[in-house]
């Protein structure tokens, strides 16, 4: 573990300071204003609870009804055109999720709160870890942190001090900056990342973030310094550590998904487990972007299917088509 930088970024992060967290660097002083993940000063999460939809090493749906100990935060540091997520990671906090939703903001238009939550502190997060771990749970899955990472750290720390043994996953849509992710260098034990786009105008267009393909790939090969390949539990086929990453296919491989599988087996190895995700289905602004607004073909995922075997990639998990709409849990549950 790069102590050293963890510990500087760590100091150098407070809510009165401008937050330079993630890619973004808007420089927010969160304690005023939010930044452009919609994060304040406080961590805030939507839905904490046991999830079945996750790739069958972390959900273990062999094993019976329990599933991945998952908790949801509010905000996003990326905040795609056609996120399933999006009562709880772009619009406005006040809004998100109600039937008078706008259900579209501008992207840049908006420095409040986003996304549905409630606010909760380290103490209160490391108390959840421990009642999904009483509850059964497979694993701690923290969905969309990045824009929180030196506060999950504390809660991380003050687990693992206290007893937490389940593993930890860190799923995420790639886009953080190294110096972030060192910050949980020893405290992840599994990481979930996407690699949506390795085309920058695809990236532009749909996430307003042309460098995400420099970003993410810099961000997943610390990911993998950090953990390694996966390691699975033989006896219950569950992650025990290492890397999963998701690519996902957009309709007619707009984000070039192929790119991605060739990024991973020239970069990484074809030793990589990959999922390849075929869940997309048009939500939130994907009307306005009539290329995406449907969902993916099975013609399409096939082809990238097939890309994925012709690579020689050993290790994989197939999503089928269109399998998540009905799946994305409901975040006005509490
Ligand atoms: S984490 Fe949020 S507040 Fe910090 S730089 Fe990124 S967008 Fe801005």
């Known amino acids: 573990m790069n102590s050293e930088n963890a510990m500087d970024a760590e100091a150098a992060w407070s809510p009165d300071a401008p937050c330079f967290l993630c890619p973004r660097a808007c420089g927010a002083v969160r304690s005023r204003r939010p930044g452009r993940c919609g994060g304040g000063a406080a961590m805030r999460v939507a839905l904490i609870q046991q999830h079945h939809g996750e790739e069958p090493v972390l959900s273990g749906p062999a094993l019976g009804p329990r599933g991945s100990g998952t908790i949801f935060f509010s905000g996003c540091a990326l905040g795609c055109v056609y996120c399933q997520n999006h009562d709880i990671s772009i619009e406005p906090a006040g809004t998100a999720g109600s039937a008078e939703s706008p259900h579209r903001i501008e992207r840049d238009g908006w420095d409040g709160l986003r996304g549905l939550g409630r606010e909760i502190g380290v103490d209160d997060l490391t108390a959840a870890m421990f009642e999904l771990q009483l509850s059964g749970a497979y694993n701690i899955n923290l969905v969309t942190a990045g824009h929180y990472a030196p506060l999950v750290r504390q809660a991380l720390l003050l ?4 007893g937490l043994t389940l593993p930890v996953v860190w799923n995420s849509s790639s886009y953080e900056t190294v110096e972030t992710l060192r910050l949980l260098d020893g405290l992840v034990d ?23 393909p420099r970003v993410a790939t810099y961000a997943i090969c610390e990911m993998r310094r950090q953990v390694g390949d996966l390691v699975v539990d033989e006896s219950t086929g569950l992650a025990k550590s290492g890397i999963i990453v998701r690519v996902l296919a957009l309709p007619g491989d707009m984000g070039r998904a192929d790119l991605a599988l060739d990024w991973i087996a020239d970069t990484l190895g074809t030793d990589t487990a990959v999922s390849l995700m075929g869940q997309y289905y048009p939500a939130y602004r994907a009307a306005e972007f009539p290329e995406i607004n449907r969902g993916v073909t099975d013609g399409e995922y096939g082809k990238l299917f ?23 849990p409901d975040f006005r549950q509490k």
């Not at 599994?190 to 995400?212: E, Q, V």
Request: proline share 4%.
């Open 159 to 162: 687990a693992r001090e206290h």
């Open 190 to 212: 599994i990481y979930l990342p996407d690699l949506r786009y390795l085309d920058a105008t695809a990236a532009a267009r749909y996430s307003g973030a042309p460098d995400y």
């Open 306 to 328: 097939d890309h994925f075997e012709e690579l020689g990639f050993t290790l994989g998990f197939a999503q089928a088509v269109g399998s998540s709409e009905n799946g994305t």
